[in-house]
């Protein structure tokens, strides 16, 4: 069903697109893998993601635009990052058949590389080129995987092979590209494969080829945090992912997290969030939209 003028509210836009469920319980931090057909002429009005979304269009064309941002086309064999907490819109404009992953985010010391292109430290949307040949490759994947047994491993399997040739070409064009968009996603990518060990100013700028001050001003831009800043709320992002889906000890995250004692990973807690990591293992995880 298409809308000839005016964007729907979410609730009522999505009971315009059919969804077929791959996947309701895959493997973490996967949280839902779906297929879904949007309506030409479907328009949704701005709303909040529940959660990450990683969207891949197979066939038609549609448009992703964040508040204040520049609308993002999506023709086949693009991909669509969605951070959770996102305020968004979209607008279909063909017939478009979308594959959609839920996740809880990716963290360095857990999923390694995959954190660069789909961790917690997203803020924005973005579009990455997957292609065309790629998109209907993985699309042929998931329709042969149909009638097989141990749905959920095999279809979680796919996706991280589809994650893994993303982030690997990603890797490789970012280190030919000088452009300040790569600069600054090799930086992001060097702090995220170091979360334990740490990293300099001074080493991410050669890193960059850039001067300390203008990584500086390019983190501030991005993130509204200097690099040092950033690195240290990413590594409470990873405290909180472990004292909310683990049993580790606080002295085992802190050894994992790279601080030398666990006082001062208490300390350091308390100053990043406000609360002890007892006080915020207590809590209860906030659930997640679902996809769509």
């Known amino acids: 069903m298409t809308r000839a003028t005016g964007r729907a509210p979410y609730a009522e836009a999505v009971g315009h697109i059919a969804k077929w469920v791959l996947s309701s319980h895959p493997l973490p931090p996967l949280a839902g893998l779906q297929l879904c057909r949007y309506p030409a002429g479907l328009d949704c009005a701005p709303h909040r993601a529940g959660c990450f979304h990683a969207c891949l269009v197979f066939s038609g064309s549609m448009r992703f635009q964040e508040c204040g941002q520049a609308p993002l086309p999506c023709a086949p064999g693009t991909m669509i990052l969605i951070p959770g907490g996102c305020l968004y819109e979209w607008a279909v404009d063909t017939d478009t058949t979308m594959f959609q992953c839920l996740h809880r985010g990716f963290s360095s010391h857990e999923h390694g590389p995959l954190a660069a292109l789909f961790g917690a430290w997203r803020q924005s949307l973005e579009t990455i080129a997957v292609g065309e040949g790629r998109a209907l490759e993985f699309q042929r994947q998931l329709e042969a995987l149909a009638n097989r047994q141990c749905q959920d491993c095999r279809y979680s399997t796919a996706t991280f092979e589809l994650f893994a040739d993303i982030v690997e070409r990603f890797d490789a064009q970012a280190h030919d590209d000088s452009s300040v968009n790569a600069a600054l996603a090799r930086c992001v990518y060097h702090i995220e494969r170091n979360l ?31 690099p040092m800043q950033h690195l240290a709320n990413r590594k409470a992002d990873a405290a909180k992912r472990l004292l909310a889906t683990t049993p580790l ?3 085992e995250i802190a050894a994992e997290l790279g601080f030398n004692s666990t006082n001062y990973f208490v300390r350091f807690f308390k100053k990043q969030t406000g609360a002890s990591p007892a006080a915020w293992r207590g809590e209860k995880a906030a659930p997640h939209q679902e996809l769509v």
Do not use: K
Request: net charge positive; aromatic share 8%.
């Open 249 to 251: 000890s606080l002295g």
């Open 196 to 226: 334990a060990r740490g990293v300099s100013v001074a080493e991410l700028a050669r890193l960059a080829h850039l001067s300390p001050r203008r990584l500086f001003q390019l983190f501030q831009e991005r993130f509204a945090a200097s």
